[in-house]
């Protein structure tokens, strides 16, 4: 299985980034699909979950309203539209898929079934 995060980068604070995760090695229809972050020295965080069939999303409290989580599962990918960016963003971002049949919020990082390596986003001031 492998998930490859790309899209981060360098952006000014009010700014827009749009992360992708593609997905392979699994049946990506079947899994809820998360974005994580960690910012140094502190622990990985829950930003963003997606059901199976798109129908339901979840988000942290500090990014509802400036990140959008959608799938496309035709192409086996999951994005992460984040606008409004604030330094307070600045962290390595990661995908996550987890075999939850029904989201009805977010799960602890350790319950994840499959991890990609992360991408930067660094929000300047």
């Known amino acids: 299985v492998q998930l490859q995060a790309s899209g981060g980068g360098l952006v000014q604070a009010g700014g827009s980034l749009r992360l992708s995760c593609a997905a392979s090695g699994l049946t990506f229809r079947l899994y809820a699909m998360n974005w994580f972050r960690q910012a140094p020295g502190k622990e990985r965080e829950f930003v963003a979950v997606i059901s199976r069939s798109s129908s339901r999303t979840f988000y942290t409290d500090s990014v509802k309203g400036r990140f959008t989580i959608s799938r496309d599962n035709a192409r086996n990918t999951v994005y992460l539209q984040m606008d409004s960016l604030k330094p307070e963003d600045t962290a390595t971002y990661y995908c996550?898929?987890?075999?939850?049949?029904?989201?009805?919020?977010?799960?602890?990082?350790?319950?994840?079934?499959?991890w990609g390596k992360g991408t930067q986003v660094t929000v300047s001031s």
């Open positions: 996550a898929a987890d075999k939850r049949t029904v989201v009805v919020g977010s799960l602890r990082s350790s319950e994840m079934d499959y």
